[in-house]
């Protein structure tokens, strides 16, 4: 289930925006609600790069 | 959660060090989850720091995975500092061993880490096809 995030995360990094910010934002959600706070905090620190 | 990960790495730290000189494999495994640990933190002086120290650890190790695995931690720790150029030189000197590597875990973090340099480094139609790797990994 990590792996698969990790692969989101990437490609949620390389999207383009708006849908960059909007693939993020449901990473970090779908994350934090499995208990995944590593991942959802990174997908919010690459949000916030943008 | 950020209770959970400093009390981790509270536990981790004193446990690097008794395992430094016993079990140097076990000691550099370590290392790269409290260097992970450290980089979600934003830490990221110190998490490039353990991530050195895997390296070291593992230097002459016959576990070729988890040198590329701390291989691949760098390169990771260079991509979210920014440093381009520090990340493709890392990844290109492992690209041929990640290749030869049998191990679930070493390809698919290569493949992701592939993916992220091609869309990272080159633009256009080489991010598009990043994003195509991205979903073949998913998929």
Do not use: C, W
């Amino acid at each position: 289930m990590i792996d698969a995030f990790e692969a989101r995360l990437a490609a949620g990094e390389l999207a383009r925006p708006p849908e960059r910010s909007a693939k993020l934002e449901e990473i970090a959600r779908e994350a934090r609600r499995l208990g995944l706070e590593r991942i959802a905090r990174r997908a919010e620190e690459i949000r916030r790069e943008a | 959660m950020e209770g959970r990960s400093a009390r981790a790495v509270e536990r981790l730290k004193p446990l690097l060090v008794q395992e430094e000189q016993r079990n140097p494999t076990f000691a550099a495994q370590i290392a790269m989850e409290l260097s992970d640990l450290r980089q979600a933190e934003g830490a990221a002086g110190e998490a490039l720091a353990l991530a050195r120290r895997a390296e070291k650890l593992l230097a002459g190790s016959e576990r070729r995975d988890l040198i590329i695995l701390g291989q691949l931690q760098l390169v990771k720790l260079h991509l979210a500092q920014k440093d381009f150029a520090a990340a493709d030189e890392r990844f290109e000197a492992i690209r041929e061993r990640t290749t030869q590597s049998g191990d679930y875990v070493v390809t698919l973090a290569t493949g992701i880490t592939a993916a992220r340099l091609k869309g990272l480094l080159a633009g256009g139609r080489q991010r598009a096809e990043a994003l195509d790797d991205l979903d073949r990994i998913r998929a």
